[in-house]
């Protein structure tokens, strides 16, 4: 089987295909053929070599987390599902011992890692973490959920987000930004979301944005959104100098959920302006998987229509990568199996 491995950790250019032997599930195990796998900017960390997770003793390795396909086989002892399913994978890999895992949710057990194998034709993935796909739901539609669905969907959660809330999304263009966009949609919540790029904005017009901010200057839309409103909550996966924008925007007891670094990995913080203002900022990684399986229904059911910019073949792989490094897309980006 062909897989689209990382063999340099240079950027888009250190991906290549590569054979490797067809899998055999082991016990617990099944064999899933892709038939699409969505990209992450924790792959493109991950490329770049910027990931702890990841180094040059790793290579080559097959990254992709967000499986969506057929099972080929199953190993010994696996009931759940059976040769010719359509599935979905849930990335969390959790211990099932620890006190996280026996209390939940599963996300914060404190072994916590995710599944890396995705880019490739064929996945060898723990039974388990399996989610059933109903025929309406197509593969590269479920293959866009898993991270960046289920991060937007927990942390709104946690943001105790409701009808009639302003939900702050800066970057409101890549997967997690138009995931938490469409999903506060879905709860009856208006939103106000920023990007450095005015045609890309007019994109998420479409998928539901209330209110369009374009730049990058923290002063500028800090004016800009002060002028819609006071967020009731910010989705921040940016991190660097939005953490401090979104507080000082935000409503007296705000909620903000934070998720993500790319704008910087600190970030400075007004400490008189959160304890006065009784404002709350709480750290949030993925989710859990009956939360996965329950964006798959509200796919089934219509009343989510996940956002795919691009599709790519597996040989196209590193230009999936190029395009989410130049940061020409809206919504998520998926590699399918076709050629
Ligand atoms: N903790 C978790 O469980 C978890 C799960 C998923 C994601 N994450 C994190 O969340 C973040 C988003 O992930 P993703 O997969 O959604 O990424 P993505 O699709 O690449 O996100 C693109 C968005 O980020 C903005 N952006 C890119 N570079 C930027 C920069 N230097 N400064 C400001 N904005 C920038 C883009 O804005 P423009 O429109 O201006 O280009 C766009 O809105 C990443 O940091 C990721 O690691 C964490
Ligand atoms: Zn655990």
């Given at each position: 089987?062909?897989?689209?491995?990382?063999?340099?950790?240079?950027?888009?250019?250190?991906?290549?295909?590569?054979?490797?032997?067809?899998?055999?599930?082991?016990?617990?195990?099944?064999?899933?053929?892709?038939?699409?796998?969505?990209?992450?900017?924790?792959?493109?960390?991950?490329?770049?070599?910027?990931?702890?997770?990841?180094?040059?003793?790793?290579?080559?390795?097959?990254?992709?987390?967000?499986?969506?396909?057929?099972?080929?086989?199953?190993?010994?002892?696996?009931?759940?599902?059976?040769?010719?399913?359509?599935?979905?994978?849930?990335?969390?890999?959790?211990?099932?011992?620890?006190?996280?895992?026996?209390?939940?949710?599963?996300?914060?057990?404190?072994?916590?890692?995710?599944?890396?194998?995705?880019?490739?034709?064929?996945?060898?993935?723990?039974?388990?973490?399996?989610?059933?796909?109903?025929?309406?739901?197509?593969?590269?539609?479920?293959?866009a959920l898993p991270t960046a669905y289920l991060t937007a969907h927990h942390m709104l959660r946690r943001a105790?987000v409701?009808?009639?809330?302003?939900v702050?999304v800066?970057?409101a263009?890549g997967g997690v930004g138009v995931a938490a966009v469409q999903l506060a949609?879905v709860v009856?919540?208006?939103t106000?979301?920023?990007?450095?790029?005015?045609?890309?904005?007019?994109?998420?017009?479409?998928?539901?944005?209330?209110?369009?901010?374009?730049?990058?200057?923290?002063?500028?839309?800090?004016?800009?959104?002060?002028?819609?409103?006071?967020?009731?909550?910010?989705i921040n996966h940016?991190?660097?100098?939005?953490?401090?924008?979104?507080?000082?925007?935000?409503?007296?007891?705000?909620?903000?959920v934070?998720c993500g670094?790319?704008?910087?990995?600190?970030?400075?913080?007004?400490?008189?302006?959160?304890?006065?203002?009784?404002?709350?900022?709480?750290?949030s990684?993925m989710g859990?998987?009956?939360e996965?399986?329950?964006l798959?229904?509200?796919?089934?059911?219509?009343?989510l229509?996940p956002a795919?910019?691009?599709?790519?073949?597996?040989?196209?792989?590193?230009?999936?990568?190029?395009?989410?490094?130049?940061?020409?897309?809206?919504?998520k980006?998926?590699?399918?199996?076709?050629?």
């Amino acid at each position: 089987m062909r897989a689209a491995a990382f063999s340099e950790l240079s950027g888009p250019d250190g991906v290549e295909l590569v054979d490797r032997p067809d899998p055999d599930p082991g016990r617990g195990e099944a064999v899933v053929d892709v038939e699409a796998c969505s990209i992450n900017r924790h792959d493109l960390w991950i490329l770049e070599g910027d990931s702890a997770m990841v180094d040059a003793d790793d290579l080559p390795f097959v990254s992709g987390l967000d499986v969506a396909g057929v099972v080929r086989d199953v190993g010994e002892g696996v009931t759940g599902v059976a040769p010719g399913d359509r599935v979905l994978l849930c990335p969390n890999r959790t211990c099932g011992t620890c006190r996280f895992c026996r209390e939940g949710p599963e996300n914060l057990c404190e072994n916590f890692s995710l599944y890396h194998g995705g880019l490739a034709e064929a996945a060898t993935v723990t039974a388990d973490r399996l989610i059933a796909l109903p025929e309406s739901v197509d593969a590269v539609a479920a293959a866009a959920l898993p991270t960046a669905y289920l991060t937007a969907h927990h942390m709104l959660r946690r943001a105790e987000v409701g009808p009639g809330d302003l939900v702050f999304v800066p970057g409101a263009t890549g997967g997690v930004g138009v995931a938490a966009v469409q999903l506060a949609e879905v709860v009856g919540a208006r939103t106000v979301g920023t990007s450095s790029s005015a045609s890309k904005l007019d994109r998420l017009a479409d998928l539901g944005l209330d209110h369009a901010i374009e730049g990058t200057d923290p002063d500028d839309l800090r004016e800009a959104v002060a002028a819609v409103g006071a967020p009731d909550a910010v989705i921040n996966h940016l991190g660097g100098p939005y953490t401090d924008l979104g507080l000082d925007v935000m409503r007296r007891g705000g909620r903000m959920v934070v998720c993500g670094r790319t704008a910087g990995g600190r970030s400075e913080i007004d400490i008189a302006d959160l304890f006065l203002g009784h404002k709350r900022v709480v750290g949030s990684t993925m989710g859990t998987q009956p939360e996965l399986a329950s964006l798959v229904e509200l796919v089934a059911d219509g009343d989510l229509s996940p956002a795919v910019d691009a599709t790519y073949p597996l040989a196209d792989t590193g230009d999936a990568f190029r395009a989410m490094r130049d940061r020409e897309s809206v919504g998520k980006l998926v590699v399918t199996a076709a050629d």
